[in-house]
């Protein structure tokens, strides 16, 4: 048997490698672009589609009538939106081994990362939804997304323009009686530069820590709920030479909608199969795995109560 001195540059095998038993924590983004619109199931048999309708409403009849005549017949008009949902999802497969014997709770943290990915894909999959519509405002004097150059920004004046196209279009505030708006952290980096948006904080906000400008938080301004998170869309270099060109959304209530199967949750249902649960696939009760999956579908059910605005920032990184 051999043995090893324990001297002065004797220790090589006693000096073993320590591992924290508390996982460092992961950075996410704020999921916000599915928690506002209009929720509908299908139910069970009740097929992977969906119909939404609206009856439009004719103009005001500012005609006279004959004296003894009815006018001619109006007729009117239901316009049809339709989505039909697809499914999503992820699994993982691993051995018993892995996790039996595995410094960390190997299943444990399965099951977070995947429920971290199902709300993560949800939210992406509304954004897209939402950041499509075609009630498009480009900021500056940019006439396309093509034509968006560095300096043109979302300030105090695009919003106010914004604000006043939902107006127009007659679109309904949420209960709160505020619309509700989605921007990206390297906005609001720009926002809170705009000297118009600073003295409106200064002049009109609360004094104290609860003023925007000391809690680093739009918070409601002109009539905007505004939300911050890093999932905001970003269409990269879009714009001209290869400016980033970022999306910022104002909507009103009603302006989408989101379907799920009744028979499967939206928030994903979670699938753990243990060692031996595949029978004669998994002989020696060797394997298991995890997944996630859910059905769902976004669509935008009215554009006039929906403002996507195109414009660039003044930093892309950090």
């Given at each position: 048997?051999?043995?090893?001195?324990?001297?002065?540059?004797?220790?090589?095998?006693?000096?073993?490698?320590?591992?924290?038993?508390?996982?460092?924590?992961?950075?996410?983004?704020?999921?916000?672009?599915?928690?506002?619109?209009?929720?509908?199931?299908?139910?069970?048999?009740?097929?992977?589609?969906?119909?939404?309708?609206?009856?439009?409403?004719?103009?005001?009849?500012?005609?006279?009538?004959?004296?003894?005549?009815?006018?001619?017949?109006?007729?009117?008009?239901?316009?049809?939106?339709?989505?039909?949902?697809?499914?999503?999802?992820?699994?993982?497969?691993?051995?018993?081994?892995?996790?039996?014997?595995?410094?960390d709770p190997y299943t444990a943290n399965v099951v977070e990362l995947f429920g971290e990915q199902a709300k993560d894909t949800i939210d992406i999959l509304a954004r897209n939804v939402l950041t499509a519509g075609t009630t498009l405002q480009?900021?500056?004097?940019?006439?396309?997304?093509?034509?968006?150059?560095?300096?043109?920004?979302?300030?105090?004046?695009?919003?106010?323009?914004?604000?006043?196209?939902?107006?127009?279009?007659?679109?309904?505030?949420?209960?709160?009686?505020?619309?509700?708006?989605?921007?990206?952290?390297?906005?609001?980096?720009?926002?809170?530069?705009?000297?118009?948006?600073?003295?409106?904080?200064?002049?009109?906000?609360?004094?104290?820590?609860?003023?925007?400008?000391?809690?680093?938080?739009?918070?409601?301004?002109?009539?905007?709920?505004?939300?911050?998170?890093?999932?905001?869309?970003?269409?990269?270099?879009?714009?001209?030479?290869?400016?980033?060109?970022?999306?910022?959304?104002?909507?009103?209530?009603?302006?989408?909608?989101?379907?799920?199967?009744?028979?499967?949750?939206?928030?994903?249902?979670?699938?753990?199969?243990?060692?031996?649960?595949?029978?004669?696939?998994?002989?020696?009760?060797?394997?298991?795995?995890?997944?996630?999956?859910?059905?769902?579908?976004?669509?935008?059910?009215?554009?006039?109560?929906?403002?996507?605005?195109?414009?660039?920032?003044?930093?892309?990184?950090?």
């Amino acid at each position: 048997m051999a043995f090893e001195t324990l001297g002065a540059g004797g220790l090589a095998p006693e000096l073993k490698q320590t591992y924290s038993r508390a996982l460092l924590g992961r950075t996410k983004p704020n999921w916000i672009h599915a928690l506002f619109g209009d929720q509908t199931g299908i139910v069970r048999r009740g097929g992977n589609s969906i119909e939404w309708r609206r009856f439009v409403r004719p103009s005001a009849a500012t005609t006279a009538l004959t004296e003894g005549t009815s006018g001619a017949e109006t007729n009117l008009t239901v316009t049809a939106i339709g989505a039909t949902i697809s499914q999503y999802g992820a699994w993982n497969l691993y051995t018993e081994l892995v996790e039996l014997q595995s410094f960390d709770p190997y299943t444990a943290n399965v099951v977070e990362l995947f429920g971290e990915q199902a709300k993560d894909t949800i939210d992406i999959l509304a954004r897209n939804v939402l950041t499509a519509g075609t009630t498009l405002q480009i900021a500056s004097t940019a006439g396309s997304r093509g034509g968006i150059a560095s300096g043109m920004r979302l300030n105090f004046a695009e919003i106010r323009a914004a604000v006043r196209a939902l107006e127009v279009n007659n679109a309904p505030k949420f209960d709160d009686g505020a619309y509700k708006g989605i921007y990206h952290p390297r906005t609001k980096q720009d926002l809170f530069a705009d000297s118009d948006v600073i003295q409106t904080f200064q002049h009109a906000g609360p004094r104290g820590t609860n003023n925007p400008l000391m809690s680093a938080d739009m918070g409601r301004f002109y009539s905007v709920d505004w939300l911050e998170t890093s999932n905001a869309r970003n269409f990269g270099g879009a714009g001209l030479t290869s400016t980033p060109v970022y999306a910022t959304i104002i909507f009103g209530k009603g302006a989408y909608g989101q379907v799920d199967l009744d028979a499967i949750s939206m928030n994903a249902e979670f699938i753990l199969h243990g060692p031996g649960s595949a029978g004669s696939l998994d002989p020696l009760n060797q394997r298991a795995t995890a997944g996630w999956k859910v059905a769902y579908a976004c669509r935008i059910l009215d554009e006039n109560r929906l403002v996507r605005i195109e414009h660039s920032v003044s930093s892309d990184s950090g």
